[in-house]
């Protein structure tokens, strides 16, 4: 596609619900990250994918979140066990493989509220 | 440890007025800068970036950025805001140690008088 692809848009669930967010990259782009928008904060790093190496998952918040990315291109972020605090806009971006100078494709975020 | 920050939280500027909105920076080496801008309900999109060579980058829409490594700064300038330019701004470096991970600021919102 022409760019990022975040499905869906808008999410709204019960608390303690298990929730999966989808991130289509472009294509091409091997460098993969997820940030979490919260009201009023900026973009927190979630995880990140490159390529084949490990993914690094340092700014995953607890353990009920995880992600992965299959085939190297698409990726899906869970939450487990929702809880209120996880309600934020969850973003995805990508970028080409030549590291930190390439900028960031974001998609236009899924935005999850739960109840 | 890197960091990033945008000291103005909201920003208000008439039609036609210039603009300026600041970033500084923390960053033990020449970093990478971009500056992003969030319309609502929308993703990021790049304005500008600087890697090296000139300090003064132009972006799209008409803006522009100046690097300024004596004082850590990275602002965003625009000599003529249009009513679409009301949007969240957020500026960015990429890190280099590690993986690859971009620092975001916590991001401006600016607001367009008619």
């Known amino acids: 596609g022409a760019g990022v692809s975040q499905s869906p848009s808008n999410k709204v669930t019960e608390k303690g619900k298990d929730v999966e967010l989808r991130c289509d990259p472009i294509s091409g782009h091997t460098a993969l990250y997820w940030y979490r928008q919260s009201l009023g904060q900026g973009l927190e790093f979630l995880i990140y994918f490159q390529g084949n190496s490990a993914p690094d998952k340092s700014g995953l918040p607890s353990d009920r979140f995880s992600a992965e990315r299959t085939g190297g291109s698409v990726s899906t972020l869970t939450i487990q066990r929702t809880q209120q605090e996880d309600s934020a806009v969850y973003l995805c971006a990508s970028s080409s493989p030549t590291g930190v100078g390439s900028p960031l494709h974001f998609g236009n975020g899924t935005r999850l509220t739960v109840t | 440890a890197q960091s990033v920050t945008q000291p103005d939280i909201h920003i208000t500027v008439s039609e036609g007025a210039s603009l300026e909105l600041r970033c500084n920076y923390s960053?033990?080496?020449?970093?990478?800068l971009f500056w992003y801008v969030q319309s609502p309900g929308q993703g990021l999109q790049l304005l500008l970036k600087?890697?090296?060579?000139?300090?003064l980058v132009q972006g799209i829409k008409g803006f522009e950025a100046e690097f300024k490594r004596s004082q850590s700064s990275f602002n965003l300038r625009k000599p003529s805001v249009h009513w679409s330019d009301a949007a969240e701004y957020f500026c960015a470096v990429g890190s280099t140690s590690g993986t690859y991970k971009y620092i975001f600021g916590t991001g401006t919102r600016l607001k367009v008088l008619a």
């Open positions: 600087y890697f090296s060579g000139d300090t």
């Open positions: 960053y033990g080496a020449t970093p990478y």
